[in-house]
């Protein structure tokens, strides 16, 4: 059974979404949360952020970067021990 990736990632509720192909969501609030789903699901080739995460102060963070930056230390951790 092949498992689906994550296809896109938008910003909600001071969360992040993560969609994968088969277009089933999963949310995640915290930064191991979300590393914990980046970890057991991988990114696709072809991932995207949605517009949510340009505009992440419209979906309860305190600024429009905060959300990648969440995402983006999510990544880091889900990586540790990886290499």
Same mark, same amino acid.
């Not at 995640?28 to 990114?43: F, N």
């Not at 600024?63 to 290499?83: H, P, Q």
């Given at each position: 059974? $092949?498992?689906? +990736? &994550?296809?896109?990632?938008?910003?909600?509720?001071?969360?992040?979404?993560?969609?994968? *192909?088969? %277009?089933?969501?999963?949310?995640?609030?915290?930064?191991?949360?979300?590393?914990?789903?980046? $970890?057991?699901? +991988? &990114?696709?080739?072809?991932?995207?952020?949605?517009?949510?995460?340009?505009?992440?102060? *419209?979906? %309860?963070?305190?600024?429009?970067?905060?959300?990648?930056?969440?995402?983006?230390?999510?990544? $880091?951790?889900?990586?540790?021990?990886?290499?």
């Amino acid at each position: 059974m $092949k498992m689906e +990736k &994550i296809d896109f990632v938008t910003a909600e509720n001071k969360g992040i979404n993560i969609h994968l *192909e088969n %277009g089933k969501t999963h949310f995640g609030k915290t930064v191991p949360e979300i590393a914990k789903l980046i $970890k057991k699901y +991988k &990114i696709s080739d072809n991932a995207y952020f949605g517009s949510s995460m340009d505009f992440a102060s *419209e979906y %309860g963070y305190k600024n429009n970067n905060a959300a990648k930056v969440k995402f983006n230390k999510a990544l $880091k951790l889900s990586r540790k021990g990886a290499e």
